[in-house]
């Protein structure tokens, strides 16, 4: 069965400072996407990733995917205030799309 | 465009009440799926299609059925509403390329009392 699962679940840091999340999941699938859900919305895709050693970067955020690992990484830099969000993770297998329980952040002045 | 549209936003429904949540994409996509998030959780697939006439369990079907007649819509049925299937409901599509990014509707905020 497919498990993808997230650390932390909960993330407070400073503005300023340097964290990563971590994705971890069980299955050899080579797709991996990073979403971003603000509170009372909807989930907006953030990282596309479909490949082993694929790296992607917007702004703050850095997203990259190790297959042999079965590992994501979102890497925050300089945090800043608008990058508090729930950040989840989804693994695509087939045509079944498991999602992480996702990553509270919250940036702090 | 609209991309994906969910109706209603809102409902509350009474215990064994039924209902159906709409969906309805205009991006051509041939992949849907309905996933409910409960609060602070994150999201479990309900049920998924790969094209029209063509629908499968997900992670959560029970309680739920999914029909998909045509490309553009993918209503989601509950039958004999129950406490247990309080949640936020989201319809997303894709296009089923390789890269399979999903587009969400703004999602269903359902409570059955």
């Known amino acids: 069965e497919l498990k993808v699962e997230q650390n932390p679940l909960f993330l407070s840091m400073q503005e300023g400072k340097n964290y990563t999340i971590y994705c971890n999941y069980s299955t050899t699938s080579d797709r991996l996407y990073w979403y971003r859900q603000d509170p009372g919305k909807s989930l907006e895709s953030l990282f596309v990733?479909?490949?082993?050693?694929a790296v992607k970067q917007e702004g703050r955020l850095m997203a990259s995917l190790d297959t042999k690992a079965r590992l994501s990484t979102l890497h925050i830099t300089a945090a800043v205030h608008d990058l508090s969000a729930t950040y989840f993770c989804?693994?695509?297998?087939?045509?079944?799309?498991?999602f992480g329980a996702g990553t509270r952040l919250t940036v702090k002045p | 465009n609209a991309g994906v549209t969910q109706t209603p936003k809102f409902r509350i429904l009474k215990i064994g009440q039924s209902m159906t949540l709409q969906c309805t994409q205009d991006?051509?996509?041939?992949?849907m799926y309905w996933y409910r998030q409960d609060p602070g959780m994150g999201l479990k697939l309900i049920y998924y299609?790969?094209?029209?006439?063509?629908?499968d369990k997900g992670e959560v079907p029970n309680g739920y059925n999914v029909s998909r007649s045509t490309t553009e819509d993918f209503p989601l049925r509950l039958e004999l509403a129950a406490p247990s299937q309080t949640s936020v409901y989201f319809c997303?599509?894709?296009?089923?390329?390789?890269?399979?990014?999903?587009?969400f509707g703004s999602g269903t905020q359902l409570s059955v009392l």
């Open positions: 991006m051509n996509h041939n992949y």
């Open positions: 990733l479909l490949s082993n050693g």
């Open positions: 299609s790969v094209g029209a006439g063509i629908t």
């Open positions: 997303a599509s894709s296009s089923g390329s390789k890269g399979r990014k999903l587009f």
């Open positions: 989804a693994v695509d297998e087939d045509n079944d799309m498991r």
